[in-house]
């Protein structure tokens, strides 16, 4: 242990376990809010690549985990955890929405969602058209020049009704329109 290190400094920074080429075989949870590199170019390098670690809101590798096993057992390209159910819709809507564009979304809605559009709706200017999510023709007859999303419950909250998702989704396709599932 160098002893010139102050003892806050020794603290923090002594004490990480050089783990002789052993490998955890579950992923770690990484407790840190910033990843350091031995130079100042890799740092740099690595705020600026999704695929590197530097500072934890925008990187963690025990949330790529989560992602990357997610991808594999959905067959997806790629996934993004969040820390909440309404911060992957609030991303997910702010994301693909702005001002004057037109969401198609069934009636039947968890009640977060709900605000939250109606919050769209008059803050922002984004138009919404609430369906009964029985008939995927609804999609067709809601349809505007400004529509962009298709939004859908798998199992609606608090009414558990079942929609018809690849009909529905189908529909959506057609229309051009983005598909997001909750
Ligand atoms: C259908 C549905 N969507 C979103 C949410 C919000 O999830 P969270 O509480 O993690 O923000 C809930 C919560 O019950 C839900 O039932």
Redesign the pocket.
């Known amino acids: 242990m160098p002893t010139q290190l102050h003892p806050e400094t020794q603290a923090i920074h002594v004490g990480i376990p050089d783990l002789g080429g052993a490998r955890p075989l579950n992923t770690p949870l990484y407790q840190t809010a910033n990843f350091g590199y031995d130079n100042p170019e890799d740092l740099a390098e690595a705020i600026n690549s999704p695929a590197s670690f530097a500072y934890l809101r925008n990187s963690n590798p025990t949330v790529r985990a989560l992602e990357d096993a997610v991808s594999a057992l959905e067959g997806a390209a790629a996934s993004l955890a969040t820390?909440?159910?309404?911060?992957?819709?609030h991303t997910v809507l702010h994301t693909l929405l702005g001002s004057g564009d037109h969401i198609i979304v069934q009636k039947h809605?968890?009640g977060?969602?709900f605000a939250l559009l109606r919050d769209l709706s008059a803050r922002y200017g984004v138009d919404v058209t609430y369906i009964d999510g029985r008939d995927a023709a609804e999609v067709a007859e809601a349809l505007r020049p400004t529509t962009k999303v298709l939004y859908l419950?798998?199992?609606?909250?608090?009414t558990a009704q079942v929609t018809d998702l690849p009909a529905f989704f189908a529909a959506g396709r057609t229309a051009g329109l983005t598909g997001v599932v909750?």
């Open positions: 820390s909440s159910g309404m911060g992957a819709i809605l968890y977060g969602t419950e798998t199992l609606s909250n608090p909750d």
